[in-house]
């Protein structure tokens, strides 16, 4: 796409032709590494690497940043950077062309322009909020919702009159980065998609529980009944919910959680290389991430930060939930996790530690 982008002036994804199959933020981020790939007459896929390579130093400092805004602790912002900082798989996509490499990194980056803006509360950081959400959006829609729960904390935090002011003046992010995107498609094809043209794909291969059905024979049946993607996944849906609610509501809940989260992302082709016991320790700390969020998120609700971010990491799961899982997917989420968890292991490491300070006196 990026290559057909720069090469032959038009925005087309697995076609000859312009169309509008996926958000823009990716290809674009590419287009542009192409073009200085160019201009300094070296290998595209190199400067792509290294561009994702600072965009995850970038985002670890951000994540610090962040951990240290909203919990006043070094201890707590040091752990979280460390847990995100050595948690391997993320990072490691920093070697392809995958999406998630900017787009963790983008959410990473709104994440903290939220907090910078709430603590700051001027309008130049909200406008900034505004358009690093915006791209981060272009690069993956998922977390769209979440847009509605952070505003709603602005309710809380300054009240209604002033929530709708900063909504306001958070339009300036969609109104620079998304409605040209909307526009050309309008122009382009009449419809004003917002985010992508096709979504069926994924949601129809999210539509196979436990992975009992061979998805070459549904894609089969859907080649027969001359439907849409899309159309044919939400037949299914309803069809599986009635015929046998036990088996798609395990899979809609926990058996999608299951596949994303149940071992770490395997690191590509270094995971060969790693002795059992690294690949143990890996495993052992993506467990400790996962478990550790939702366990010190439920034991330290009552943190209003901690409350928002366990809500976070529910919808992103539950919304998650509806399309087809893959571990790199889950990955999206942990920098979330690993700001909860460096929380609760330094909280409750000072109240063992103030506990056994009180015996002794």
Known sequence: MAQRLVYDGYYGYNADQPNAYVTPSHPIYLAGNILLADFLHIDHLFLVKISNMILNMLALFALYLTAKMLFKNEWMACLTALLYGTYLAPLHFFRSLLTESPAINFFIFSIFCYVLAVKKNQ???????????????????????????????????????????????????????????????????????????????????????????????????????????????????????TENFPLWFSWFTVGKFAVMFHQAEPIGNYYNFFSPMVKKLINFQHLLIVV??????????????????????????????????????GAFIIPVMCLVVSYGIVTSVEMLVGKLRFKRA
């Open 292 to 329: 550790g969020a939702f366990a010190f998120g439920f034991i330290y609700h009552k943190n209003r930060s901690i409350l928002v971010l366990l809500i976070i990491i529910l919808i992103y799961i539950g919304l998650s939930n509806l399309f087809i899982p893959v571990g790199r997917y």
């Open 123 to 241: 309008w130049r950081y909200h406008v900034l909020f505004g358009i690093i959400a915006s791209i981060t959006l272009m690069f993956r829609p998922t977390p769209a919702p979440i847009l509605l729960l952070v505003w709603l904390i602005l309710i809380f935090q300054f009240g209604w009159k002033k929530a709708i002011q900063i909504g306001f003046i958070w339009c300036v992010g969609p109104l620079i980065v998304m409605l040209p995107w909307v526009i050309r498609n309008y122009i382009q094809f009449q419809h004003a998609f917002l985010f992508s043209s096709h979504s069926g794909n994924p949601l129809l291969g999210g539509t196979n529980p436990f992975f009992l059905e061979d998805f070459d024979g549904i894609l089969a049946r859907l080649n027969e009944l001359g439907i849409t993607d899309k159309e044919y996944a939400i037949r299914r849906i309803k069809n599986g919910f």
